[in-house]
């Protein structure tokens, strides 16, 4: 079975910054793409920033220049790097990962959530 286990959420002042970790455990063949996914209260999921296995980036254009995707393919984790929060930014933070299992099933997990909220 695969987990995918976020940490680094919290409170933090406008203007700070924040580093959330997913990292995924379990029968793992291969990783395809990471990511990290937000939602608001009262508002859709939506994409925060995605990352191939090769280092392709996307990022929303309501984080681009401020937060930044990374990924340690040999600890199976994905990091994002929250620079410059925004009150705006407040959401629960998910991670996201298409992953091959050694049973060589491909399928999309979800971690649990991690909660940021930034104060104005």
């Known amino acids: 079975q695969v987990q995918l286990v976020e940490s680094g959420g919290g409170l933090v002042q406008a203007g700070g910054s924040l580093r959330l970790s997913c990292a995924a455990s379990?029968?793992?063949?291969?990783?395809?793409?990471m990511g990290w996914y937000r939602q608001a209260p009262g508002k859709q999921r939506e994409l925060v920033a995605t990352?191939?296995?090769?280092?392709?980036?996307n990022y929303a254009d309501s984080v681009k220049g401020r937060f930044t995707i990374s990924r340690d393919n040999a600890k199976n984790t994905v990091y994002l790097q929250m620079n410059s929060l925004k009150p705006e930014d407040t959401a629960v933070y998910y991670c996201?990962?298409?992953?091959?299992?050694?049973?060589?099933?491909?399928?999309?997990?979800w971690g649990q959530g991690t909660q940021v909220t930034v104060s104005s």
């Open positions: 990352m191939t296995s090769d280092g392709s980036t």
């Open positions: 996201n990962a298409d992953i091959t299992t050694g049973e060589e099933v491909l399928a999309d997990y």
């Open positions: 379990g029968s793992i063949f291969s990783i395809n793409a």
